[in-house]
């Protein structure tokens, strides 16, 4: 995973292990890490899987909401991990007695505060973007189309929002329409392709041509769809479709 960091937050001196999901927007906590804060137990898991049965037994509507992802453990490996968002979050504290639990809560809106300063101001998000690539090694001229190539991508999906299209599958459906265009391989066989795991992100992987051509089909596919005022789904799947193929064939021909 990018930028090891990003996915650490310290509350008193305790490790709190986190995913943002780009998707949804929405900070995802390890649960078993929040317990261990709360509860002060020498035996978080135990604690949870307990607390967790009870819950379940109470019918209670958290006990639902536990969801699972990938995240790094002490011996370096990842492991499925029980997650809950910001407002699940907030219900666990109501389950756990804790003199932490008030102070937890002004972290918990603290540690968010990141992410709503680069809403407001979007200048910050780009540089800590590129601050990561740097230290990741990468060349200038790389880091420079990588943001752009962000730009570029965001710009599409605002549009596919706009039109009604969900993010998520939907927006899975039709990157894959735009990389088999580009480049005959959906993003799953790009990336099995290119020897990577799930977690990695395809484009931190790609080289300069790569993200030239990424950046022309979603812009192509962009202006295709505004310029027809595409609606349906049907309809956008086959803009994107369409962006990939007509870019691949000019990078064919001018080869």
Not at 45 to 60: C, M, T, V
Not at 115 to 128: F, G, K, M, Y
Not at 144 to 162: A, P, Q, V
Request: charged share 35%.
């Amino acid at each position: 995973m990018a930028d090891e960091r990003k996915h650490l937050a310290i509350f008193e001196g305790k490790q709190i292990r986190r995913h943002w999901d780009p998707k949804s927007e929405r900070w995802f906590f390890s649960v078993v890490d929040i317990v261990a804060v709360l509860s002060r137990s020498d035996r978080p898991r135990k604690y949870w899987d307990d607390l967790k049965r009870k819950l379940r037994e109470e019918g209670s509507e958290l006990s639902g909401k536990i969801g699972q992802l990938k995240m790094m453990a002490i011996d370096g490996k990842y492991y499925l991990t029980d997650v809950a968002d910001t407002e699940d979050v907030l219900r666990l504290i109501q389950s756990i007695p804790s003199p932490n639990a008030e102070p937890f809560k002004l972290w918990l809106a603290m540690v968010g505060r990141e992410r709503i300063d680069e809403i407001r101001d979007p200048e910050l998000a780009v540089n800590r973007a590129k601050a990561i690539y740097e230290r990741k090694g990468y060349s200038k001229d790389w880091i420079d189309k990588r943001l752009r190539g962000i730009y570029i991508r965001n710009t599409l999906t605002d549009e596919w929002k706009f039109r009604g299209i969900k993010a998520g599958k939907e927006f899975a459906i039709l990157t894959d329409e735009i990389y088999k265009g580009a480049f005959d391989l959906t993003a799953q066989e790009h990336k099995k392709h290119k020897s990577l795991d799930v977690d990695n992100n395809l484009r931190d992987h790609m080289e300069d041509l790569e993200l030239i051509l990424t950046m022309l089909c979603e812009a192509t596919t962009t202006k295709f769809t505004k310029e027809r005022d595409s609606k349906e789904f049907v309809r956008i799947q086959n803009d994107a479709r369409e962006g990939g193929e007509m870019v691949a064939a000019i990078h064919f021909y001018v080869q």
